[in-house]
């Protein structure tokens, strides 16, 4: 606790001495003069007694209540001179100027500046105005307006000489003494400037004149030069007219040359197009539809094979299950008979009984095959007419597909026909090579084209005896499952003759 106690104390008394020490401690700003007074101090220049003493630009320490301490500033000052005064000629004049001052940075500067200025530094422009319009008055008096005019710097450094031993008497020193303006009430210097104006505009219009004739003579010049000038021109143009005129007469007959040949190229281009185009048709219908018909073509009989198939298949296991159960019952039969007949045989009163079970035993088997025979016929009389009925039904809605179908089979006797087109030629002159090869074959084949109109009527046709077929199938198939006999080849739709066209157009090969 005692150490605490003393060490507060100790606190304490730092921050009393530090209160006081900032208390006590005074800085200069570089633009500021410290002026102390209290006690008698000696300064450097100024001797012993003075009373005060003047810090600048460092820190000082003072006795508060026993020294006082006040600031002197060193910044600029100025002050605007407007003086009335009368020349030595007895011409009146206002000359207006500034005047910049400050006080002077040497410690005598500043002492007299304080014991003058240190309470009243606001009225020291007011005071340097008084002193330097009273020495400009006296120095105007004795100069002309013209000594005024012509060496302004003349009255500016009298007035500075004049008034510089009272500005060191009051601790101040001028920067800068500026005579700006020196108004003249009465005219003078405005007269005084009339005939050298006049002189000088006498000398513009005489300069103004001979300008004006070299200008004349320069224009003259200019304009004879100008129809030289042009006249070559003219010159230069009409022969770069007639080259034009004969480039141009050029450019008019290489226009159709190149017309022509532009047009030959846009019909070999047109005809390379029209070739691409026929070639992406052939390949678009191949991809749309004749593989898609080739695909439902196949699927449909397919489909109809295997139906086909499951009914004959069905047909024969029902046949089959009828014939095992009609030869069961002929055993069952049979061997009733034959116990019977033993029987009777054993007792010798039965036998023609058991004679005629064993006949009517062997009928119903008979008649179970028979019957058995005839189921199976119908099923398969049904299953073939379906067929037929499926046939019939994919011809109606794919006859392009069935027409592709049957070109593509025949396209190698297609191809054998186009190529009989040129058969009996002997010489051939190809214009274009392999191109003109391949055009003149393609207009051959296409040739066969023709023959497309009568396959779809073939088509129409084999659609009315395919339903005309199915009736008669139909028909078939009752009488089948009536137990009657069906023709062979009684239900089947003739064969179908497809012409092809060869080369010449007509339709030679089914």
Not at 276 to 304: F, G, I, M, N
Not at 357 to 380: I, M
Not at 390 to 404: D, P, S, T
Not at 419 to 429: D, L, S, T
Request: net charge negative; glycine share 8%; proline share 2%.
């Amino acid at each position: 606790m005692v150490i605490g106690v003393v060490a507060g104390v100790v606190l304490a008394g730092l921050l009393v001495l530090i209160g006081l020490f900032k208390l006590m401690w005074r800085v200069a700003e570089p633009n500021e003069a410290l002026v102390i007074s209290g006690s008698a101090h000696k300064t450097e220049g100024l001797g012993e007694g003075m009373g005060f003493r003047i810090v600048t630009g460092r820190g000082t320490l003072v006795i508060p209540g026993v020294q006082a301490v006040r600031k002197l500033s060193l910044d600029l000052n100025e002050t605007m001179l407007s003086v009335d005064c009368v020349t030595q000629q007895g011409i009146p004049l206002r000359v207006k100027g500034v005047v910049i001052f400050k006080v002077g940075d040497d410690f005598v500067s500043i002492a007299n500046a304080a014991r003058r200025f240190l309470d009243q530094q606001k009225m020291m422009p007011e005071r340097v105005h008084i002193v330097f319009a009273g020495h400009l008055r006296s120095i105007v008096g004795g100069l002309t307006v013209e000594d005024m005019i012509r060496d302004r710097e003349k009255l500016t450094g009298q007035t500075r000489a004049a008034c510089g031993t009272e500005m060191e008497k009051l601790g101040l020193i001028v920067d800068s003494l500026q005579i700006h303006e020196i108004e003249d009430p009465t005219g003078y210097i405005k007269n005084l400037a009339m005939p050298h104006a006049a002189a000088v505009q006498r000398d513009a219009r005489i300069a103004q004149a001979e300008a004006n004739r070299l200008a004349t003579e320069a224009e003259q010049t200019a304009q004879a030069r100008m129809a030289e000038a042009t006249r070559d021109s003219e010159i230069l143009q009409a022969g770069y007219q007639a080259e034009r005129d004969k480039a141009a007469a050029a450019a008019r007959q290489a226009g159709p040359l190149a017309d022509a040949a532009a047009r030959q190229e846009v019909v070999v281009q047109e005809t390379r197009v029209a070739e691409l185009e026929a070639h992406r048709r052939e390949q678009q219908l191949q991809a749309d539809v004749r593989k898609p018909a080739d695909a439902q073509a196949y699927e449909k009989r397919t489909l109809a094979e295997a139906e086909r198939d499951a009914r004959i298949s069905a047909a024969q296991a029902k046949a089959r299950e009828t014939e095992l159960a009609a030869a069961a019952e002929a055993t069952r039969v049979k061997t009733a008979a034959a116990a019977e007949a033993q029987a009777t045989e054993a007792r010798g009163v039965a036998a023609a009984k058991a004679t005629r079970a064993t006949g009517e035993a062997e009928a119903a088997a008979t008649q179970a095959k028979g019957l058995a025979a005839a189921e199976s016929a119908r099923a398969a009389g049904l299953a073939e007419a379906e067929a037929i009925k499926a046939r019939a039904a994919a011809l109606a809605e794919n006859q392009e597909a069935v027409v592709a179908q049957q070109l593509a089979e025949n396209w190698p006797e297609i191809v054998a026909a186009g190529a009989g087109a040129f058969g009996n030629v002997e010489h051939m002159v190809l214009l274009n090579g392999a191109e003109g090869m391949s055009e003149m074959f393609a207009k051959a084949l296409t040739m066969g084209g023709t023959g497309l109109g009568l396959a779809r009527q073939l088509l129409s046709s084999m659609n009315q005896q395919g339903a005309a077929g199915q009736s008669a199938e139909s028909r078939n198939g009752r009488a089948a499952a009536n137990g009657h006999a069906v023709p062979a080849g009684a239900g089947e739709v003739p064969a179908a003759r497809i012409p092809i066209a060869d080369g010449d157009g007509d339709a030679d090969r089914s």
